[in-house]
């Protein structure tokens, strides 16, 4: 059974502050999607990626994926409140059922 | 990507009654995904729902209490049954990696 391990799972911190939440997974994907979710809304989808190693980066966001293909870490440079919410990853299966983290649920400050 | 519709956003039922979800998208898409969430928590994926054959439920989820249709191929449908304060929850649709805004579920 595949699992991804998501953490931390509670992050409080100040505006201007970095941070990194990790998903570690024994198995390996073949993706990973990364998503944000506020409240009242379904998760949004941030990036995909899919090539061991890569690394992307999106405004103040940087996503990589491990060599191996089995785990993934988002890293936010100099939070800001509106980066407030549900940070979710997703490993994509070859059948598109995804294997979902527990969740990281962010709150910044000001 | 494609644009889902999910109504009702929200609904407060009477236990034992059903309440049925509806999910439309803009473009004909062959997989759909019903999921529930509990507020600030993962997803737990409740079936695939595929046109022109049942839907494939996962463990922990059966189809008396969870009926979907698939009429077409932008269309479905999930109904939650017999409902009691324990199937109080956000249900949510999806295709691929695209999201419809969810269903705040609250049975009293």
């Known amino acids: 059974t595949q699992l991804l391990e998501q953490s931390p799972q509670f992050l409080s911190i100040q505006e201007g502050e970095n941070l990194t939440v990790y998903c570690n997974s024994s198995s390996v994907f073949s993706s990973l999607q990364w998503y944000r979710q506020e409240p009242g809304e379904g998760p949004v989808l941030l990036v995909t990626v899919v090539t061991g190693g890569e690394v992307k980066k999106l405004k103040r966001l940087t996503f990589q994926f491990g060599d191996a293909r089995k785990d993934s870490s988002l890293h936010i440079t100099a939070a800001q409140p509106g980066d407030t919410g549900l940070y979710l990853c997703?490993?994509?299966?070859?059948?598109?059922?995804?294997?979902w983290g527990l969740g990281t649920s962010l709150a910044v400050n000001p | 990507s494609a644009v889902i519709s999910q109504k009702p956003s929200r609904d407060i039922c009477q236990r034992g009654t059903s309440l049925t979800i509806q999910c439309q998208v803009d473009s004909q898409v062959t997989m759909m995904f019903w999921y529930r969430q509990q507020p600030g928590q993962s997803l737990t994926l409740i079936a695939t729902?595929?046109?022109?054959?049942?839907?494939?439920?996962e463990s922990g989820f059966v189809i008396d209490k969870f009926p979907i249709s698939r009429p077409n191929l932008t269309f479905s449908t999930l109904t939650v049954s017999n409902m009691s304060p324990e199937d109080s929850s956000i249900y949510l649709c999806s295709v691929g990696y695209t999201f419809g805004s969810g269903t705040r579920l609250t049975v009293v």
């Open positions: 997703a490993g994509g299966g070859n059948n598109r059922k995804l294997i």
């Open positions: 729902a595929n046109q022109g054959s049942e839907a494939t439920y």
